[in-house]
């Protein structure tokens, strides 16, 4: 496993990535720069055999449940001209090799080699709180903390699909991920009148309308079964 993940987070705000998608890149470069010589021994013309299964074992932090959901991000990479991959089939199986561009390494620089090693925690010379300040004060900061949480309540992120998809399959649902997304894609993240701010609790609701199957169809039901049948239509 992998401990460590170290990407410029200053670069990868420029992209269209997030922070799983930059853990992805930061395991690629890894292995992509490894020295081991098993590593080296299976690379063709530069390019480096990954093992999906590996990158989903040796991060569980990215919380993907399925080579699919990560085959998505990787084929974005790809698009974004981050990487490049070849397919080569081997004894019936198809294996899938990486080469990191140059334009990948903007995320890298002024971090760590790809060994990650001798690094120091970033807070190694540093104090969390002046040993001269009043506890007052310290006491002070704990109680901001009702506050911050409500301050996050006025943010709302818009999940993706494959948010969505582990939430699903957390909750054990057997709902479509994708047909939830593209209700609230095409309603602009608005719940009524409203912007969202709870998408998780909306993923509760829908499950509270699927099994409770009421008589009397909701406004929100009938602009979801008219959303189907105009979907058919298409």
């Known amino acids: 496993m992998k401990y460590t993940i170290y990407i410029n987070q200053k670069e990868l705000s420029k992209t269209d990535f997030d922070l799983v998608d930059g853990a992805i890149l930061d395991y690629l470069y890894f292995i992509c720069n490894s020295k081991n010589e098993k590593i080296e021994e299976q690379r063709i013309n530069g390019y480096t055999w990954v093992d999906y299964n590996k990158i989903l074992s040796d991060n569980p932090m990215m919380r993907i449940k399925s080579k699919g959901a990560l085959s998505r991000r990787v084929k974005k990479m790809e698009a974004s001209g981050f990487i490049k991959l ?3 089939r081997k004894n019936g199986h198809k ?5 990191l561009t140059k334009k990948s390494e903007s995320l890298f620089t002024q971090t760590h080699d790809p060994i990650h090693e ?3 925690p970033i807070h190694l010379n540093s104090y969390p709180i002046d040993e001269n300040e009043p506890i007052s004060t310290i006491k002070d900061y704990t109680n901001k903390n009702n506050i911050i949480k409500n301050k996050r309540a006025l943010f709302f992120f818009k999940p993706t699909i494959d948010d969505i998809e582990c939430y699903f399959q957390e909750r054990n649902n057997n709902l479509d991920a994708e047909l939830f997304y593209a209700f609230y894609e095409s309603k ?4 009524g009148k409203h912007p969202m701010k709870d998408w998780k609790a909306c993923v509760r609701a829908w499950e509270k309308r699927e099994y409770e199957k009421p008589q009397k ?3 929100i039901d009938y602009q979801i079964n008219s959303w189907q049948e105009a979907k058919k239509l298409l």
């Open 118 to 120: 001798n690094e120091n």
């Open 86 to 88: 070849i397919e080569r």
């Open 217 to 219: 169809m909701s406004k």
């Open 188 to 191: 602009g993240w608005m719940v």
């Open 95 to 99: 294996l899938k090799y990486f080469a």
